[in-house]
């Protein structure tokens, strides 16, 4: 059965022999275009190869993660992740291994309010769409702006009020916890995104014009002096 998994990171690999080794699996998989540069699912473009880079500019791939460990053994840089049809499942990797303790489910059990100004640059994106998602979300269950962020049972008598409503306020949910969670683990591995932007937004740029969709530029993930 095949499942989506969203993608966003950069990594490296330190020697030639690791990166054709990347390539000659991705090409297996039928991961890579004619060209050889990109990485596609279902005939999208959302991924390139820059030597000795891969770069993911939050793209969605199908069935990926199952090569999750021998595509990014030995790597440096980061990775964020998470399945996007149905599972609210993800997590962080840090030099080609997942952070213990920073599962996605979990992490909603200790959501705290975020502080801004404790946030990289380059987290501006994910920081105001989880204040637009949580804003919404509020309006929704009625609740006043300082309320505690709500756990997820908390939706649950919605379904049976009204089950457009009670999707509504799970998308809603699910996206401000997710944007939450990258705000965390973004200032928590800052010293690790910061030299990698530059190449990041080289290969986001590159899809962007290849593909020619305009929406996906995120646009926040700026160099940082």
């Known amino acids: 059965m095949s499942q989506y998994v969203m993608w966003d990171g950069v990594v490296r690999y330190p020697t030639t022999v690791q990166f054709e080794a990347a390539k000659a699996l991705l090409s297996k998989h039928g991961y890579l275009d004619d060209t050889q540069q990109y990485i596609t699912t279902d005939g999208d473009h959302s991924g390139v ?18 090569l999750t460990d021998e595509l990014l ?6 990775l964020q992740w998470h399945i996007t049809d149905g599972d609210f499942i993800g997590g962080f990797m840090v030099n080609g291994a997942e952070l213990e303790g920073r599962d996605l489910f979990e ?27 949580q804003q919404q979300l509020y309006k ?3 609740l006043e702006p300082e309320a505690p962020f709500p756990e997820r049972e908390q939706l649950e008598p919605l379904y049976n009020q009204d089950p457009y409503l009670y999707s509504e306020a799970c998308t809603l949910w699910s996206d401000a916890v997710l944007h939450h969670f990258r705000c965390t683990l973004f200032r928590e591995y800052a010293s690790i995104i910061r030299p990698t932007l530059s190449v990041y937004n080289y290969g986001r740029d590159l899809v962007l014009r290849h593909i020619k969709v305009p929406c996906l530029n995120r646009g926040a993930k700026g160099d940082e002096a």
């Open 49 to 66: 190869i820059i030597e000795p880079y891969l770069v993911f500019p939050y793209g969605i791939y199908r069935n990926i993660h199952y």
């Open 73 to 78: 053994r030995g790597t440096d840089g980061w």
């Open 107 to 133: 992490y909603t059990k200790e959501l705290v309010p975020l502080d801004v100004g404790t946030l990289p640059a380059f987290a501006e994106y994910d920081f105001q769409s989880y204040k637009w998602n």
């Open 140 to 142: 929704v269950l009625g």
